[in-house]
């Protein structure tokens, strides 16, 4: 059935803080959604668009998304929720009522694609992880800022929309709708904030400073700050035009939320793992196929769509810029909470390690003191427990956090049940979200229906050697 000729009054399965969100927005015609992660913001935008296509039979959605989400998130929730068509403009521009893309669509090249697409006719826009637009000057926020105009409606959606500085509110809200904020950002910046340093201020307001003189500044130490009175005038700006939502106050929400992330390998991790795929697919079909063996076998694969590949001699090679990891930082920003990431290998934890620094904690083989790991993590001294399943998969509560990121997952049914009950467990106060890291076309889709019980091993393993 055609999308325009949907006669219901609303889409099935909205929750009430959904449903509040949708007539907030709706009465205004554009606004912010800053609901906390895993409060299902993308099925809250499908429920706008719906209305005002109610309105509107003409209006189509153009959705600018982190490159992950466009197929596992946006894709799968337009095909559950609703009758919509929806193009993946990565692959083509069809017609649909629904275009999804990501952000460096945005530069030169997408662009020539893109302005065509929205120059004419009646359209919607959502800004999905709106924090990536924080910084001003960055060629993706000006192409947003530049084409704003082009849409009948728009909407921006964040977990945490200002995760460093209220500065990155500037860029989003002025999407949002002219007047919120002075439409320069450096008038902004000088009505709302002062330079600071050991709680001393430098005030600049009136004054002519040059690029170079404000390096010099900057060089001493001295950063922008803002007074809790400024703030408050802030937000009070943003507030008539932002919807806010907690897990904890979404009484209605299932208590357990899983979440896809699809990611796309580097040219280097592909190029590495089909050589490796066509070497483990000729040894195994060798030899008698039994699940467990080849599943072993072929976790080597996975090794490569963590970012590394392993030598005979047992050394680690790094394989560029992994993208999991880009993923995970950026999903660590959004939810700005406690969380455990769950890994296979060594590196895959020294690696986030050495990213996330005091603020991690370990619990696996060589974590040297398990209880300073766990007290550290319950107690909130520690964000971040990198953990592997076999260590700490086991009798453990963590019912202080109800965020779960598997970056990498073990075959092991046994192991991914018991890892997800460390959060969901008596004494759980929030509905408890799991996100899934998962390369796409790759092993990891074959071992994430292993363990989530939608395919036997033993098939999977059948349909990987024949494909």
């Known amino acids: 059935m055609p999308s325009s000729a949907m006669t219901t009054t609303t889409l099935p399965e909205v929750f009430h803080h959904q449903q509040r969100a949708a007539d907030f927005i709706s009465s205004r015609g554009s606004g912010a959604i800053f609901h906390e992660i895993g409060c299902g913001k993308t099925r809250t935008a499908i429920e706008i668009y719906f209305r005002f296509k109610k309105d509107n039979p003409k209006l189509r959605l153009l959705v600018v998304c982190p490159i992950s989400l466009i197929d596992a998130a946006w894709g799968e929730d337009v095909k559950r929720f609703s009758s919509f068509t929806y193009c993946n403009l990565r692959k083509d521009v069809l017609p649909a009522d629904i275009y999804i893309g990501n952000f460096e669509m945005l530069l030169s090249a997408g662009l020539k694609k893109l302005v065509p697409l929205i120059s004419a006719g009646d359209w919607m826009c959502v800004v999905d992880e709106s924090s990536r637009m924080k910084n001003a000057k960055a060629q993706t926020t000006k192409a947003l800022l530049k084409l704003r105009k082009c849409f009948n409606h728009r909407i921006i959606m964040s977990g945490t929309p200002a995760p460093n500085s209220e500065l990155e509110y500037w860029a989003q809200m002025t999407f949002v709708a002219d007047g919120i904020f002075l439409p320069s950002f450096y008038a902004f910046r000088n009505d709302y904030f002062h330079l600071e340093r050991g709680g001393q201020r430098l005030f600049t307001t009136g004054q002519i400073v040059t690029r170079e003189q404000y390096a010099q500044i900057f060089s001493k130490g001295w950063k922008y700050a803002i007074t809790e009175k400024n703030r408050n005038r802030l937000l009070d700006r943003i507030k008539p035009w932002a919807h806010y939502a907690r897990k904890v106050d979404c009484l209605d929400l299932p208590d357990q939320i899983d979440e896809i992330r699809k990611v796309k390998l580097s040219s280097e991790q592909r190029k590495a793992y089909q050589q490796m795929k066509t070497e483990l697919i000729t040894e195994i079909k060798g ?143 929030n509905p408890c979200v799991y996100i899934h890291l998962i390369a796409d076309t790759t092993i990891d889709e074959n071992i994430l229906s292993v363990v989530q019980k939608k395919q036997d091993a033993q098939e999977i393993v059948q349909e990987f050697l024949h494909d």
């Not at 394989?319 to 930082?329: A, V």
């Not at 991690?360 to 001294?381: C, H, M, P």
């Open 287 to 429: 030899q008698a196929i039994v699940a467990p063996v080849a599943l072993a076998k072929l976790m080597k694969l996975r090794e490569i769509t963590s970012g590394f590949a392993m030598t005979q001699e047992g050394v680690a090679v790094e394989l560029g810029t992994s993208s999991k990891l880009t993923e995970l930082m950026a999903v660590l920003e959004e939810s700005n909470q406690q969380a455990i990431i769950w890994c296979s290998f060594k590196w895959e934890i020294a690696k986030i390690c050495g990213l996330l620094g005091s603020q991690a904690v370990t619990l696996y083989s060589d974590t040297k003191d398990r209880e300073a790991s766990i007290k550290a993590f319950k107690s909130g001294t520690a964000k971040y427990l990198v953990a592997h399943g076999r260590s700490a998969g086991h009798g453990l509560t963590f019912v202080n956090c109800s965020l779960q990121i598997f970056f990498s997952i073990d075959y092991s049914y046994e192991i991914y049940e018991q890892s997800r009950g460390r959060t969901h467990r008596v004494g759980q106060k």
